[in-house]
């Protein structure tokens, strides 16, 4: 099965529609770090195919990282375009919150998350969004956000992590959260759902170069009337990184593919 891609023209495309739809919705764009992305895809959606190795080495990291944050809008654009704005009060809050902080996420500190916090919140909304298969995002949660699914409201509390450390603590706050909501609603289709993003965790900017993935369950080999362990590894490479760093971890995916 073939992976659907985009190219970089059509990416940018989308973004265009995406700016200007939330600019329709009353959205302060600028001086947000959304207009820097739109600059920096305009230009290098076409330049890419004729720069120079030295002018991949001194852009390519920020033309990366400008593809990487455009998705979001994107994508809550594709889910609510539809939607009147009326309705979507909560969503225009939180992407012109949404709109705000450093331009990379590398550069954020603990006082300059909320931007993309309250982005997060978006997305997992526009995820959950798909009025054609019989869900639909809460537009008016008391949660981050919500989603309507066969009579059952499940209440989603968002939490962006930015460190390892901190998984345990962001997950026990947002299930406190989420019993505080429960015990507000009258009911029994009541339930909820703690959303984690581990995005800045992964894509740390420095000298991490990938993450190696496992799957591990037990199964039942019906041939053999047998409960069965089975195990899968992969190696994701992080974008952007430098070719010898791509070849560091072909050298080890094939070491390890032939050891027990």
């Known amino acids: 099965?073939?992976?659907p891609t985009e190219t970089y023209e059509a990416v940018f495309e989308q973004y265009s529609v995406a700016m200007r739809?939330?600019?329709?919705?009353?959205?302060?764009?600028?001086?947000g770090r959304t207009s820097h992305y739109e600059k920096i895809v305009r230009h290098w959606k076409d330049a890419y195919k004729t720069a120079t190795a030295d002018d991949g080495?001194?852009?390519?990291?920020?033309?990366?990282s400008s593809m990487f944050e455009v998705f979001d809008f994107v994508s809550i654009h594709k889910a609510f375009e539809g939607v009147p704005a009326q309705q979507l009060t909560s969503i225009i809050e939180k992407l012109q919150k949404g709109v705000n902080g450093p331009i990379?996420?590398?550069?954020?500190?603990?006082d300059s998350t909320a931007a993309r916090n309250f982005l997060f919140e978006a997305v997992v909304a526009a995820k959950a969004h798909r009025p054609d298969k019989g869900i639909e995002a809460i537009l008016d949660?008391?949660?981050?956000?919500?989603?309507g699914l066969n009579g059952k409201k499940i209440w989603v509390e968002?939490?962006?992590?930015?460190?390892?450390?901190?998984?345990?603590s962001n997950a026990r706050k947002a299930s406190s959260q989420l019993e505080t909501i429960l015990a507000g609603e009258v009911g029994s289709g009541n339930r909820g759902i703690v959303a984690l993003d581990v995005s800045k965790i992964l894509n740390r900017g420095d000298k991490i170069i990938g993450t190696i993935v496992?799957?591990?369950?037990?199964?039942?080999s019906e041939a053999r009337n047998l409960l069965v362990h089975a195990s899968q590894w992969a190696m994701n490479p992080r974008v952007g990184i430098a070719t010898s760093d791509e070849q560091i971890q072909r050298q080890l995916v094939a070491a390890l593919a032939t050891t027990p």
């Open 21 to 31: 739809w939330m600019t329709a919705l009353g959205i302060k764009l600028d001086p």
């Open 158 to 168: 968002c939490k962006r992590v930015t460190n390892v450390d901190k998984i345990e």
């Open 141 to 147: 949660a008391r949660s981050d956000t919500g989603i």
């Open 57 to 64: 080495q001194q852009i390519f990291p920020d033309f990366i």
């Open 1 to 3: 099965m073939s992976i």
């Open 214 to 220: 496992r799957f591990s369950f037990m199964a039942s």
């Open 104 to 110: 990379n996420a590398a550069d954020e500190t603990p």
